[in-house]
């Protein structure tokens, strides 16, 4: 006696089925990754931002008559370079190092839009002599900088229709 199967094109339901319910989690681990790249690029951002901020304030502390004087202050990129091959003045020495961080930021962060630095002796119980300036004494009063770049991946509020919103990073130092 012989018994007909009945079971015809049952397993290839399932074969289709579970090709589907496959290609959807791969298509949600295809989603993770790309939300992964979004943040490690702008976990990069954010670091190249507060490397080339600690970069010019090191460079202020470096110069603190040339901050005093207020050659820092201004807007950036700035435009030309000082050469200090032999040496400089504070005012030519803030210049070079306005251009190198223009360089900089141009080059580590090119989606800046601008950035800035104000430095103010508002506060400062003294103020230092033109012979004390060139001894170099400490600055006392405080600086702020800006730094603001447009930044891909997820949009919050204020974000562009490009998917980019613009984030601006603030400090307020003592060089």
């Not at 681990?29 to 702008?42: I, K, N, W, Y």
């Not at 003045?89 to 630095?117: N, V």
Request: charged share 15%; hydrophobic share 40%; glycine share 10%.
């Amino acid at each position: 006696m012989q018994h007909a199967s009945r079971q015809r094109g049952i397993t290839l339901i399932e074969v289709l089925i579970a090709l589907l319910i496959f290609s959807i989690g791969l298509m949600g681990v295809a989603g993770l990754l790309v939300m992964s790249a979004r943040s490690v690029h702008t976990a990069y951002l954010r670091t190249q931002v507060t490397f080339l901020a600690q970069s010019m304030a090191d460079r202020m502390s470096a110069n603190v008559i040339g901050v005093w004087r207020g050659y820092y202050n201004g807007s950036y990129p700035s435009s030309g370079v000082q050469r200090c091959t032999q040496g400089c003045t504070p005012q030519q020495l803030a210049e070079h190092d306005k251009g190198l961080w223009s360089s900089q930021l141009a080059t580590f962060l090119p989606s800046a839009t601008k950035a800035k630095i104000s430095c103010s002796a508002a506060g400062v119980s003294y103020t230092p002599t033109p012979d004390q300036v060139a001894l170099r004494p400490s600055y006392g009063g405080s600086c702020d900088m800006t730094i603001t770049w447009m930044e891909r991946g997820v949009t919050v509020d204020g974000a562009s229709a490009e998917g980019q919103s613009l984030q601006t990073f603030a400090w307020e130092f003592q060089p």
